[in-house]
């Protein structure tokens, strides 16, 4: 360059060798004669040890030094003035050389053969002549004299030759397979390492020549490229490795242990260089398939569902520990699809068929768990699971409801089953919607395959519980009962049946003061309410709308006997009014009532009467109950009774000896009520009366004695529990108002959707009344209501269409 540099330094500075960059440096276009060139040498020298064997032009540029280049550099002068003061500033000028640097004569020759002199050096294993600092400076020096395409080339020539030299070794038959894998996992590493070493030589050329090509690899892809080129991809080599790799896999898979470095480095191997996925992947794939496939055969037939379960499990576990400590992490989804295909997805009818009825029934959770877990993988598999677990509920369900001889136990059967598959979905279905439906949807189907019997004996279990004398259960746990009650009442079509039955249990449990919890029955009639709405409780709620007024009647009537001065000092009288159209239907009976309480029933008439015109009261005994004291030789006893059994009782103040054709005309109880009468009398566990001939039955020529040697450790003794057992006649009478009710909603029905339609064919009718209609009903019968209807004036077949129905108005 031409221009010429003027540097300015502190005096104070003076001794210091080098130039701090924070240094002022003025440039000026200045001239200096040829004689400032030798005064300046010494400053030169210098600068060139303090800025690292870097020479420097004018421009600042940075050179590489030779130390041939300075024979004939120019010179500088650097003026010396001893005299200067401390603080005097001093000029220094720096000028270009003369003439352009260059190589010395074969010098690219010479740095070559060192370099491959190295690269040979760490191939072999050899310890290398040369200091790695030299080598590097070396290829820097070539490079920035345009020397990198070359150096590449026979860079990359050498490596192939060491490689291609290594190939040899590999083509040994007798070679033992686990011998020859870790001699390619030798191979393979001591490449990787020269190359790394090899690399740290060449850098620079690596940062420079191979950055500016993007055609050109780096030197390490380089080596991977050369490796997989002559030695991985060889026909040979390759599936001799790949075949000793699934032969380790496959041991392991047998339960042999086997070196999992190896493994881990020699896939890794197949993977940076990129043949993982063609040379391996495939062949691995296509193994596991056909062991698991030859394995999920045999297993199913050895082994029991729960057993075959836990090794499925234990082997997607060793295959998922396979993926983390060797296997590619790409090869998972596949690998795991293949593994639950073989040994699930193909055998998911097979395992269903074969186990899960009885994991079921003996409720074993924790293999259902891992059932639904390992199905919940596949595809179909929950759907398949859940369609068999209905199928289940369905044929269980059916022999809980179907055999009349567990009618005894079917509702608490019913609610053991139904907690059990509710624990089961929660517990081991992961509370799954569709399996809860399903389980509401299979309860709904098989409850309802005997119709009506289901319905009535919820009713009567209900009553169980409700009534008074019930210690099973808390208020608490008898709460969780009535909730449990309500879902299988929430199954039933037939819910009329219910109504029946429950309104005439309730009826027993209120006249005879049976029921456990006023709170606990309100709480059900709500529960009830809730569910079907009020038009389904307003008879039952009237019901105790009635218990309440009667109280405050009976009260008043109390007050009304007292104010009247009359004195019945024998007889405490209660009675319960009872509307008729909230009650069940009782049949009226004549008896013959003793004449203190037929006294008694008049005033209360006349009382009631004065109070409610227009009203009339007719006295219903069938549900009376009295409380009678009696004197034995042993002492006084007070009995809780019916009022059949007290008229009975009674009779004995005055005889001994009664026969049953005596009593019967003395009291003119209905015979079978009668013979029930005595039999709780003479026959249950308190004999308050002897029966001649002794036997369980009553017969017409039995006669009774009163038992003057009776005993018993309470004072109070209950004999009343005859009125809340259901009789046949009470049962069949039941079925019957059941019967005769859905008639009348079948009519009202069918009139209602006439009178709407005014014309109707028969099928569509008989559709719109499976619409409205609550409780099931079989098309014969709707039919024999439609013919009813026609006969009474309601309807018409058309005259041109007899499966066509015409309103009548």
């Not at 998922?320 to 055998?347: A, G, W």
């Not at 009976?589 to 006349?606: A, C, G, H």
């Not at 001649?692 to 003057?708: A, C, I, L, M, S």
Request: charged share 30%; proline share 2%; with cysteine.
């Amino acid at each position: 360059m031409s221009s010429e540099s003027e540097v300015r330094v502190n005096q104070a500075d003076e001794n210091h060798h080098s130039f701090d960059s924070s240094q002022s440096v003025n440039t000026r276009k200045r001239v200096l004669s040829p004689g400032h060139h030798s005064s300046l040498r010494g400053a030169a020298t210098k600068l060139k040890k303090h800025t690292m064997d870097e020479d420097i032009n004018m421009a600042g540029e940075r050179r590489a030094n030779f130390s041939a280049l300075t024979a004939n550099s120019g010179s500088t002068k650097v003026p010396v003035n001893n005299s200067s003061k401390p603080g005097d500033i001093r000029k220094l000028v720096i000028k270009n050389f003369k003439t352009k640097p260059t190589l010395p004569d074969n010098y690219q020759e010479n740095t070559w053969d060192k370099l491959q002199e190295a690269v040979v050096a760490i191939q072999t294993s050899k310890s290398i002549a040369y200091s790695l600092e030299e080598l590097y400076q070396a290829v820097e020096n070539m490079c920035s004299h345009k020397m990198d395409s070359q150096i590449y080339s026979k860079l990359t020539a050498l490596t192939e030759t060491h490689v291609k030299s290594n190939i040899k070794i590999f083509f040994a038959d007798s070679m033992d397979k686990l011998v020859y894998l870790k001699k390619m996992d030798d191979c393979w590493l001591a490449h990787c390492q020269q190359m790394l070493m090899i690399r740290s030589i060449f850098l620079f050329l690596d940062r420079t020549y191979v950055l500016q090509n993007p055609t050109v690899h780096s030197i390490w892809d380089m080596g991977l490229d050369l490796f997989r080129n002559h030695i991985a991809v060889n026909n040979i080599v390759q599936k001799r490795t790949v075949e000793g790799l699934l032969m380790l896999i496959e041991k392991e898979r047998n339960g042999d242990t086997v070196d999992r470095t190896l493994l881990k480095s020699l896939l890794r191997m197949l993977s940076d260089l990129q043949i993982y996925q063609t040379a391996f992947e495939e062949k691995f794939l296509l193994a596991t398939k056909q062991l698991y496939q030859a394995e999920g055969q045999k297993k199913m037939q050895e082994l029991e569902v729960p057993e075959y379960l836990q090794h499925v499990d234990k082997r997607l576990a060793e295959e998922n520990e396979r993926l983390l400590h060797y296997l590619d992490p790409l090869t998972k989804y596949q690998l795991i699809f293949t593994v639950e295909k073989q040994l699930l997805s193909e055998h998911l009818t097979g395992i269903l068929q074969k186990g899960l009825d009885s994991l079921l029934e003996e409720n074993r959770l924790s293999d259902l768990s891992l059932l639904y877990a390992l199905f919940s993988r596949v595809k179909n598999g929950t759907v398949e699971l859940c369609l068999n677990f209905n199928t289940y509920i369905k044929k269980k369900g059916r022999t809980i409801v179907i055999d009349p001889e567990k009618d005894k136990s079917m509702v608490q059967d019913l609610l053991d089953f139904k907690d059990k598959m509710d624990n089961i979905v929660h517990s081991c279905f992961d509370h799954n919607d569709k399996f809860l439906n399903s389980l509401r949807e299979a309860f709904e189907f098989f409850v309802n395959q005997r119709s009506n019997k289901p319905a009535e004996l919820i009713a009567k279990y209900v009553d169980m519980k409700l009534r008074a004398g019930n210690k099973e259960a808390t208020e608490e746990e008898l709460e969780q009962i009535l909730d449990k009650i309500m879902v299988l009442f929430r199954f039933i079509h037939g819910k009329d049946v219910f109504e029946a039955f429950y309104k005439k249990d309730l009826a027993k449990r209120l006249l005879v003061g049976k029921s456990a919890s006023v709170d606990a029955e309100k709480s059900m009639l709500s529960k009830l309410k809730q569910e079907c709405g009020g038009g389904f409780t307003s008879k039952l709620e009237g019901m105790f709308k009635d218990m309440e007024l009667s109280k405050d009647m009976n009260i008043s009537f109390k007050q009304h006997m007292a104010n009247a001065d009359i004195e019945y000092t024998k007889i405490d009288l209660t009675v319960h009014i009872l509307t008729m159209g909230y009650w069940p239907t009782y049949p009226l009976m004549e008896v013959t009532m003793p004449p203190l309480l037929v006294e008694l029933q008049s005033i209360f008439n006349k009382f009631y009467l004065a109070k409610h015109s227009g009203r009339k009261l007719q006295w219903q005994p069938t549900l009376g109950s009295c409380v009678l004291t009696s004197r034995f030789e042993h002492g006084s006893k007070e009995f809780l009774v019916s009022l059949f059994q007290a008229l009975v009782l009674l009779l004995f103040s005055d005889h001994d000896v009664l026969t049953f054709n005596e009593i019967k005309a003395a009291c003119l109880i209905e015979e079978g009520e009668l013979k029930r009468t005595l039999q709780s009398l003479a026959c249950g566990k308190a004999r308050v009366i002897k029966k001649t001939p002794k036997g369980r039955e009553v017969d017409e020529q039995d006669k009774f004695h009163f038992n003057h040697e009776f005993t018993n450790k309470l004072f109070r003794i209950k004999i009343n529990q005859i009125q809340m057992k259901e009789t046949t006649e009470e049962q069949k009478a039941t079925e019957e108002r059941v019967y005769q009710d859905r008639q009348y909603q079948i009519d009202a029905a069918i009139v209602r959707i006439m009178k709407m339609r005014k014309t109707l064919s028969h099928n569509l009718l008989i559709s719109e009344l499976y619409k409205q209609l609550t409780f099931p009903v079989k098309p014969a019968d709707l039919k024999k209501r439609i013919e009813s209807l026609i006969d009474r004036d309601y309807m018409e077949r058309d005259k041109d269409n007899q499966n066509q129905y015409n309103y009548v108005a």
